[in-house]
């Protein structure tokens, strides 16, 4: 089963709003990242933010953890078509085991 | 460009075949990573292998091989193929082995498709 899972499935915009994605968690982690998929492309790689930090700025870019919730969000502000992509948090599994797992993705969708 | 390099782009071959996929991580980078994605399972992490050693296994069918030679490029086998493993097969690199902590830097993928 998925230990990140993104929220919403789909989010469609248009030019210069905020796009917010939320990703939830099922057990304990020692970092989150978020990645962007460009369709049938490899996934890049955006932000890691650490179980012992809240938020993190990049950019157009925010993520926020909160581990009392497990749950991370990604805030990109003044939107553009160019950031149509889906975007993937990745989690490690806690334990020791640190294997990569990913949600299924938020599909966000910027219209000109 | 992330620097990593996979081959082929597309593949098209039949059920019960066997297939090799290439990847040759970015310059520097010991560890290298295989992922399968699919429309039903999403990304799954297959395995890693740092400086020519497996380190982390992940949700590799027995069919699955991969290995890592000592020019640090690394190979996907996958044997006796089923309609069901159809998907985009992605390679990543990073610096160290440090799964938790690196970034990872992913090829453009390898596009399987099963008949």
């Known amino acids: 089963s998925q230990q990140g899972e993104e929220d919403p499935q789909a989010l469609s915009i248009q030019e210069g709003e905020n796009a917010t994605m939320n990703c939830s968690y099922k057990?304990?982690?020692?970092?989150l990242q978020w990645y962007r998929q460009n369709s049938g492309r490899g996934l890049v790689h955006l932000i890691l933010?650490?179980?012992?930090?809240r938020e993190k700025h990049s950019g157009r870019l925010r993520v926020t953890l909160d581990t009392s919730k497990k749950s991370s969000s990604l805030l990109i502000t003044a939107s553009r078509a160019a950031d149509t992509a889906s975007y993937f948090c990745?989690?490690?599994?806690?334990?020791?085991?640190?294997?990569?797992?990913f949600g299924r993705g938020t599909s966000l969708i910027v219209h000109p | 460009d992330s620097g990593v390099t996979q081959t082929p782009k597309h593949l098209i071959t039949a059920t019960g075949q066997r297939v090799t996929l290439r990847c040759s991580p970015r310059?520097?980078?010991?560890?290298v990573y295989w992922y399968q994605q699919s429309l039903d399972q999403g990304l799954q992490f297959l395995i890693q292998?740092?400086?020519?050693?497996?380190?982390a296994k992940g949700n590799i069918l027995e069919r699955f091989s991969a290995q890592q030679f000592p020019d640090l490029h690394s190979e996907l086998n996958l044997s006796s193929l089923e309609l069901g493993d159809s998907a985009l097969y992605f390679c990543?690199?990073?610096?160290?082995?440090?799964?938790?902590?690196?970034?990872?830097?992913f090829g453009p993928g390898t596009r399987l498709l099963v008949l």
């Open positions: 990745a989690t490690d599994e806690g334990g020791g085991s640190y294997i990569p797992t």
């Open positions: 990543a690199s990073s610096v160290g082995e440090s799964r938790a902590q690196e970034t990872q830097y």
């Open positions: 310059s520097g980078d010991l560890s």
């Open positions: 933010i650490r179980s012992n930090e």
């Open positions: 057990t304990s982690i020692n970092n």
């Open positions: 292998y740092y400086n020519g050693e497996e380190r």
